[in-house]
């Protein structure tokens, strides 16, 4: 009950203290203390989360074989950011990367496996490029499991830890992306079920989040494979026409507002899950009847 009991200071009380000190202050900041590494961060939905993290609080560190860029977009998020040149596909790099942020921060509480590559399609399963194959499992799967890895080295210790992943829609729904892709995604929403059933006993979750498509700068690079010749403000336009919901686009904040809920105690009890940010585009697909005027 609210109310100015006698003898209780003003500034003891909760309206009080609104009124005196500004709502800003009432805003709770969901990692406050908190330290996570992001692969993949010098760009697109890395570098959206990074900024999301700091502005709750969190000190990260910005994984990514870019190196200017990534330098770039720690200086670019302020003295909570640190850059550490990594490439996924090489173990050493991501152990030094955990290590990196222990020494630069004091503790690993959130590692988001988010470092990911796009392939060419093969017009067939039979021209299937095996190469290239090898290539984006390297990234985008050993990349995380290594992630997962060494993250769980300091984590276990500590017994807490939230780790994230990037999967994708493709990887829930077929014929969205050439099978090459669409199979490292799978494999990474198995490996958080997998990783998770482990980690559980200490304390740790493991969860993945699927975004719809967004132009960052890889998809961009696809699209223009595939549209040649079209400009980039066009195909921005045929990627935010290809979602489902109207009114509303996929942009990499949503991921980020996502991984802060998944990575926060907000989200104490959620673990092996896969959060999907599509607007519902993989929960249904209209059957295309045409309208009875039109029969
Ligand atoms: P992006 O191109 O903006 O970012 C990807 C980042 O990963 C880049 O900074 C790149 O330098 C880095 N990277 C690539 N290879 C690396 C390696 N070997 N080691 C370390 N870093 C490496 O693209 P994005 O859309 O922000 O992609 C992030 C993740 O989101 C990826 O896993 C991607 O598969 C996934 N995803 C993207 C979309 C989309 O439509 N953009 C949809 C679903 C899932």
Redesign the pocket.
Known sequence: KFGFSKGASISRNPLAEIFTKGFSTQIRRKLEGKVALI?????????ATATKFISNGAKVVI????QQ??QDTAKELGSNAAFIA????KES?ISNAVDFSISKFNQLDIMYN?????CKSSPSITDLDLAQFDRVMS??VR?VIAGIKHASRVMIPRRTGSILC?????GIMAGLSPHT?AVS?VTVIGIVRTVASELCKYGIRVNCI??????????MEDMSRFYPGVDAQQLVKILHNSGSLEGEI?E?ID?ANAALYLASEDAKYINGHNLVIDGGFTSFKSLGFPAPDQV
């Open positions: 692969t993949g961060a010098a760009s697109g939905i890395g570098k994984a990514d074989i870019q860029l990534g990594c490439d996924v596909t790099d988010n470092a990911g590559v796009a990234i985008n990349g990037t999967a994708s829609v493709t892709y995604k699927s975004p719809f498509v967004i132009p960052t700068p890889f998809v996929c990499p991921i």
